[in-house]
């Protein structure tokens, strides 16, 4: 068998494994809650991962098998995945790009977040009652916001925390509105209701909180583009070794064709 062949075969037994990280940087955003509620990013990922898998298995049985047809199925397969991937990574960059971060709340050490400081694409991905509803129902059946009420007791402790965006957004009202701290979230006797919208949309209805408020959307938002940002660097790296992987395949499908070229020419000659 061609050495070229097997330098395929390899190198393709690689592109099956760099196809791990793509799945599972899927599974994990999967796993997270607020991806689990939102669902977006998720499914594409994990099936971009499963397709570079099923590629890269062509390509190591064309490989080893010399089936020259499967290995340019291949380089043709792989290269649309590399492009769609790499699509993937700078659409997820620039939905992720705006954003302040959050705004430090006076005399707490969470932070609370603004729905106009992200992305016309994200925000409309929580917008609409429809959409909102779906959401909210599903963060509001978890125990994000319960699970606040046994780790803080006492009010300076929970000012003192460092909550999650999401919790921070839909647990509780707006530093702003001035609520009297009873639990993380039960509060009440706001000194000013009209410091921001989100004050009149609170709710001690441990099933509505501040699920009804922007400030609940841009939590979720914030998670979302904290999560996204670190599976978009799995996806670079994983974008830039299949690139190189792809290169080197291409360079010994040439090499394997070159090889085959003078093997035939030798036999004819002789």
Known sequence: MPLSNNVIGVINFIAMLLSIPVIGAGIWLASQT???CVKILQWPVIILGILILVVALAGFVGGFWRIPWLLVLYLVAMLALIVLLAVLVV???MVTDKGAGGHLAPSRSFLEYRLDDY???LKRRVQGPFKWDR????IASTSICA???QS??????FFNAHITPLQSGCCKPPTLC??????????ISPINNGADPDCLQWNNEQTQLCYACDSCKAGILENLKREWRKADLILILALVALICVYLVGCCAFRNAKTEEIFRRYKQGYT
């Open 119 to 121: 992305s016309g694409w």
């Open 147 to 149: 699970g606040l009420n």
């Open 91 to 93: 659409f997820v960059y």
């Open 135 to 138: 959401i909210k129902n599903c």
């Open 152 to 157: 803080f007791r006492f009010p300076q402790d």
């Open 34 to 36: 607020d991806n689990a």
């Open 178 to 187: 001035g609520f009297t701290f009873v639990n993380p979230t039960y509060w």
